[in-house]
Structures are given as structure tokens and as C-alpha cells.
């Protein structure tokens, strides 16, 4: 019989398991450096520059911290795990466990950051720490920022800390300086305001290197925009610093992966805005015109100039822009700003680049008001119906539209039309969507627009309104115009389940149909009539199924709460959803739409009456399901089933209440609007005073 053939002199595994993780992590280490240095060399930083821009040279090679042992790693990834778990029953549990970490991580901060395995304990303990434990670590990471926002682990722990540390600037900035000039061990107090400019001072004179690093970008964003004060959770803002490939480290039960990113806009010390100021004229100094517009396409780097740019324009010296040492005269030096130059070409080649469009979005929206009459007068206006065709210059449009007054927006909106039919037939419906919403905005009346064109399916030449555009784009028979806007035949809605709630992902091209149909259901009118037609005839079978879908859901509870709404149009399809409003209740998608009919019937009493009565048929299966338990919430069952006249009352109340606000004059909502702002300002200018006079007393 023969034998297994066998490899003579094999070592054991577990003898040699300690050298093969050192000898992986150092790999790591190595591959990460040749990387940053070949995406340095592939752009052009290391020739073209070299001798001419100390910030581009790049920082020297990132030092090694060490590795944690092999007893250590095992602590800290169990640390990890109850973290992540949070299963800690009282609140101070978790505090003395975090402190016993913390403890056992002294002296280790920075080699627990820079490893594969234990960096994201590091951003656990970092979003459940206190203030102090906070200001601690920030002074154990100082002197070493520029490292650690390059390496490809550290970068994130860095980016958390910055996120998690900027509402302490403003509580500071609002609390007693009592009591604060000694910290409770005896040491000596540190505010973190001066934690993150010192953090500005170690990376100053290398930010035109780390714009480009694939890791430090991201890091270099965030930094800039806690200082700034802008809020986390716009949605241009959080595109510009949330990266597709990353990592969502969080606690279970614990708010911290949106609740860090949803930080509104805040009060920040005015030497914030000196340092930004700072940042942004030494960046644009050590850097020429040439590697700016060569930024403007570089995937990388691209998102840390929009936010320079946006700074620069948005910040509190509005004549800075008009410099010639800008961000925004380097990348279009010319005046006038007219065809042939060269600033001509490269807003052209900006237009059609999907990395550099995004940059002259930038331009476009938040430009001063002369240099954007001739960006648009000179080089857009004519074009602007050729462009709206165009997948990556069609966002430019938008922005554009945004900005135009009502004559312009008249003409553009001429312009635009023939194209409608094209954008609908691929789906396209930003630019549409936009153009319907500045219209009514600017006061341009959308039935009244015409334009000499073909029909899209009759072919035939006549004048043809906006809304009459849209129709004949979409078919011309309204039980299945409305249907192919929400493409419903394409896309079948699936079985969703109550633990699926959290990743429902919506087709791009029905979200984008869904929009639209939204804004014009907003506009009083033939755009609005054509929706309501639309709805009311559809079949039975095909409104259901609305309701389950999540894009179509939402049209369908627009269509019931907007104002444009008639009474008629509530009746006929609230009848229509009789006998199946329970189970809807219980669905995670129909249970919005059910919670919509509680605004749907103001005024509509008997209506309001006979949907509670079929949900407290219901209750033993509403009870039961998550979605159920939200629309007993919000329905007040429990005091209709008990208490039926003071849910009626209460019902009343509610409904005189959204009455008066709707009576409200223009001129009352506009000085409401006026009264708030004010105070709002008042209070920030006394956050900013009282920052000032604690950043004297120190």
C-alpha cells in the first residue's frame, strides 16, 4: 500500500505563529508606503514641483510605533468585542470597564491606532469616551498627527477623534472659565480649541503633499470643516468626507454612526476661522496655477480643493475670491471671462469631467454674483439645452438654474424644453425635476411656457406647454403615465421584512422618477392636475401596490398631504384602501402611508373615524409588529379605545391648530422667519464674544 507523501522538516504552526504576524504587519507597513509613493510619483509631485514647493515634497517616511504582543492583541480584540456587543446592564459599568481599557492601553495609544486588528477598538473607545478621556488621548496623538493621518488604520481613528472632539469646542466656548484652569489630576488645563490648532500648526507647510494621500485627504476634510463650523449632515458636505470603501465602526444600541455625522451647524471660536484663513492662503501660496487645475481632476484630490474653494468663498472676507493669490483667480485668471481664453477651456473641460464637474458645481453655486453673470453670459447660456442633455454636465445645469433670475430662467427654460422628451426617454430627470421647482420659486408660470416642437409620440408641430411636454414625453394615456414615471412594470417591489428595514435600497431610476413627480404634485396647476389624473386612474390592484413599494409610497402620501390636494381627489383614494389599512399598518413601507392618512383627513371627520375603528380591529397584529406598534403610537389608539370622545377633541384640537398656521399672511411667516434669524444671530454673536474674552483671559 503506498504512503502519504509527507514534507520532512515541517516546523510547527503555533511555534512560528508570533514571527508570521510580525512579519504580515510589517508587509502591510511596507505596501502601504510603496503605494503613497506611486500615487505621489503618478501625479506629477515629485518632478514637476520638486525644488519650487516645499508643502508638495511630502512629509519624510512614516515612523514604526512597534507591535502590541501577543497577550496584549488578545485583550484588546475581547475589549473589542464587549464594546461592540455594549451589553453593559448600569451605564457606570461601562464606564469602569472603559477605564480599565484605557488604562491598559497607556503608553500604547499610538500602536493600538496604527494596527490592522486593534484600530477599531481605538474608534470604539474614542465614541464612548468623555471629554476628558477625549483631551487625554488628543495629547497623546500631538506630534505625531502628521503620521498617524497617513497611515492607512490611524487615518480613521484621527478622523473620529476630530468629529467626536468639535461639539466640545462649543460647549466650551459657552461654559465658565471657573474651575477649569486645573484639570482633576492636578494638571495643568488644556482647552480643545488649542488641541486642534496645535494640530493645524504640525500639519502646516505639508498640505499641498497630504491633499493627494489617499488617506490623509479624507482626514485633512474633516478637519476643516470641525473647524469651519458647518454641519456634518448636508448632503454635499458628508459626500465630500464620507469614503464609499470605509468601514462603519460603531457600538450596538449606541447613536454614534450617525450621531457624530449629524452634527449641526455650530459656534466655533474666531481663531478657527483665522487658522482656516491661514490654511488656505499658505496652501494656494505654495501651490501654481497648473497643480491646482491638475487638482481639479485628480480623484483624490479634488474633494479637499472644493471645500478650500468653498472656504474661501463662503468664509467671513468676501473679497478674498477678488485676490490674486485666490483659489478661484488661479484656477480662472482671466477677465472677462470669455470664449477663447484660456479659463474658457478649462471650465469646457471642467463640464464634461465627472471629477472636475463636481469642482465647478462648486464655482458655480457659491461664486460672487459678477464673475457668475460671465460664466454663465459668455460661456453657458447659449449651450445651456445641450448641456441639460448631458449625463456629468447636467448637474452644472442644476446649480446653474439655481442662481438665474426670472428672465434668465424664462429663456433657459425655452432653451431646455426640446430636450425633455430625450432626458425622459433615459431616465434623466434631475435637470426636469430642478427646472420645475425654480420655476415655481422664481414665479415663472409653467403653463404658459410654450415652445414650437415636436411631439414625442404624435409627431406633430405645435405649441406645446411645459406640463404638455411632460405628458406627451411620458405616453398619452393617463392610466399608465403615471406608472411609467415611477417605472412600476420594471421594478417589482419585494417581500421586505421588519429585520431587512435597514437596508431597503430604492432603484436609482425610480427614486429619481419619484422626485419628480413630487415637485410638480408641489405646483399648483396643470403639472399638479396631471398627477391627480394620473392617480385617480389607476385600478385598484396597481394603488396597493403602491403602498408596498418604497418609492411610490412616497409619492402616494405627497399626493394626500399637499396642499394642492383636493378633498374629492382624498376621498376616492382613501375608498379605495378601505379593508386593507390594517394590514398595511403592519408593513414596514404601507405603515408611512397609513400614518400619512392621519393629515389627509383634516376635515374630513367620518373619515378619521372609520380607519381608527379598522386599526383597532387590528390590534392583536399591530401590537405584534414593530411598524404597527409606531401607527398605534401616532394614531392615539389607545385613547380612542378607551377615551373616544377626548381622541375626538384632541383630533378637533389638531386640525384647528394646522388651520391657523395655514391662515398665516405671507408678511406674518416672513417676519416670524426674520424674528428667528435674528435671535439666532444674536446668540451665536454672544457664543463668539464670550470665546473671544476667554481667549484674552488666557
Known amino acids: 500500500m503506498p504512503k502519504e507523501n509527507k514534507r520532512r522538516g515541517r516546523r510547527d504552526e503555533k511555534k512560528n505563529e508570533k514571527k508570521r504576524k510580525r512579519r504580515e504587519e510589517v508587509e502591510a507597513e511596507i505596501l502601504s508606503k510603496k503605494q503613497r509613493f506611486e500615487d505621489q510619483a503618478d501625479f506629477g509631485l515629485q518632478d514637476e514641483h520638486d525644488g519650487k514647493q516645499d508643502n508638495i515634497g511630502g512629509a519624510s517616511e512614516i515612523p514604526f510605533y512597534g507591535l502590541l ?21 448600569p451605564a457606570e459599568e461601562r464606564c469602569l470597564f472603559l477605564d480599565n481599557v484605557y488604562k491598559e492601553a497607556d503608553g500604547k495609544e499610538l500602536k493600538i491606532a496604527n494596527s490592522q486588528s486593534c484600530s477599531r477598538l481605538m474608534e470604539r473607545l474614542i465614541l464612548l469616551s468623555t ?66 490648532l496645535f494640530t493645524i500648526n504640525e500639519l502646516e507647510g505639508n498640505m499641498g503633499y497630504l491633499m493627494t494621500d489617499r488617506f490623509a485627504s479624507h482626514v485633512l476634510r474633516v478637519l476643516l470643516v470641525v473647524l469651519s463650523g458647518q454641519p456634518l449632515a448636508t448632503s454635499s458636505t458628508a459626500s465630500l468626507l464620507r469614503s464609499k470603501k470605509k468601514e462603519k465602526v460603531g457600538v450596538l444600541g449606541f447613536d454614534s454612526g450617525a450621531g457624530h455625522l449629524g452634527l449641526e451647524e455650530r459656534p466655533v471660536p474666531e481663531v478657527f476661522q483665522c487658522a482656516i484663513d491661514k490654511v488656505v492662503s499658505e496652501t494656494v501660496l505654495g501651490l501654481d496655477a497648473t497643480f491646482l487645475r491638475s487638482l481639479a481632476t485628480h480623484p483624490t484630490g479634488n474633494p479637499v480643493l472644493q471645500l478650500l474653494l468653498e472656504l474661501e468663498l463662503s468664509g467671513t472676507d468676501k473679497g478674498r475670491a477678488k485676490g490674486e493669490n485666490s483659489i478661484l483667480r488661479k484656477l480662472l485668471p482671466d477677465q472677462p471671462l470669455v470664449e477663447g481664453t484660456e479659463s474658457a477651456s478649462f471650465v469646457n473641460g471642467l463640464l464634461y469631467d465627472p471629477v472636475g464637474s463636481r469642482l465647478l458645481e462648486v464655482i458655480v453655486k457659491n461664486a460672487p454674483g459678477k464673475i457668475f453673470k460671465a460664466l454663465y453670459g459668455n460661456l453657458l447660456k447659449t449651450r445651456i439645452g445641450s448641456l441639460a442633455k448631458n449625463e456629468t454636465a447636467g448637474f452644472v445645469v442644476v446649480r446653474v438654474l439655481d442662481r438665474l433670475n426670472k428672465q434668465d430662467l424664462e429663456e433657459a427654460t425655452k432653451s431646455i424644453l426640446p430636450q425633455v422628451s430625450g432626458l425622459v426617454e433615459r431616465s434623466r430627470t434631475v435637470v426636469i425635476r430642478s427646472l420645475i421647482q425654480r420655476c415655481a420659486v422664481n414665479g415663472v408660470d409653467t403653463s404658459d411656457i410654450a415652445d414650437a416642437c415636436r411631439l414625442f409620440l404624435l409627431l406633430r408641430v405645435v405649441p406645446l406647454t411645459f406640463g404638455q411636454v411632460l405628458n406627451s414625453a411620458y405616453g398619452g394615456v393617463i392610466s399608465t403615465r403615471l406608472s411609467k414615471m415611477l417605472k412600476l412594470q420594471e421594478y417589482q417591489s419585494p417581500n421586505i421584512s421588519e429585520g431587512d428595514i435597514h437596508s431597503l435600497k430604492t432603484d436609482p431610476e425610480q427614486l429619481h422618477g419619484s422626485l419628480l413627480v413630487q415637485s410638480m404634485l408641489a405646483i399648483p396647476g396643470p403639472l399638479s392636475a396631471s398627477i391627480f389624473e394620473g392617480f385617480l386612474a389607476l385600478p385598484a390592484e396597481t394603488l396597493l401596490s403602491m403602498t408596498e413599494n418604497q418609492a411610490a409610497s412616497r409619492v402616494l402620501q405627497a399626493s394626500l398631504t399637499t396642499p394642492t390636494s383636493t378633498a374629492q381627489f382624498k376621498r376616492k383614494i382613501i375608498n379605495s384602501l378601505f379593508s386593507d389599512i390594517g394590514r398595511l399598518a403592519t408593513s414596514v413601507v404601507g405603515s408611512h402611508v397609513v400614518d400619512a392618512l392621519w393629515t389627509a383627513t383634516i376635515g374630513l371627520g367620518h373619515y378619521k373615524d372609520r380607519i381608527a375603528d379598522e386599526l383597532l380591529k387590528n390590534e392583536v397584529a399591530m401590537r405584534e409588529s414593530f411598524a404597527g406598534r409606531a401607527v398605534w403610537k401616532n394614531w392615539m389608539m389607545d385613547l380612542f379605545k378607551h377615551k373616544k370622545m377626548d381622541w375626538v377633541a384632541k383630533a378637533k384640537a389638531g386640525e384647528r391648530d394646522a388651520a391657523s398656521v395655514g391662515k398665516k399672511s405671507g408678511i406674518e411667516l416672513a417676519r416670524e422667519k426674520f424674528a428667528a434669524t435674528r435671535s439666532r444671530n444674536g446668540a451665536e454673536k454672544t457664543l463668539h464674544a464670550d470665546g473671544k474674552r476667554k481667549t484674552q483671559g488666557r
Open 69 to 89: 504582543n501577543e497577550s496584549e492583541q488578545e485583550y484588546f480584540k475581547r475589549a473589542d468585542e464587549m464594546l461592540e456587543l455594549n451589553q453593559f446592564d
Open 131 to 196: 471629554p476628558a478621556q477625549l483631551k487625554n488621548l488628543f495629547q497623546k496623538f500631538s506630534g505625531h498627527f502628521l503620521n498617524l493621518v497617513q497611515h492607512r488604520f490611524a487615518s480613521h481613528c484621527c478622523e473620529t477623534l476630530f468629529i467626536k472632539s468639535a461639539p466640545i469646542v462649543t460647549q466650551e466656548l459657552t461654559a465658565s472659565l471657573e474651575g477649569q484652569q486645573i484639570g482633576a489630576d492636578g494638571e495643568i488645563y488644556v482647552s480643545m480649541e488649542n488641541l486642534f
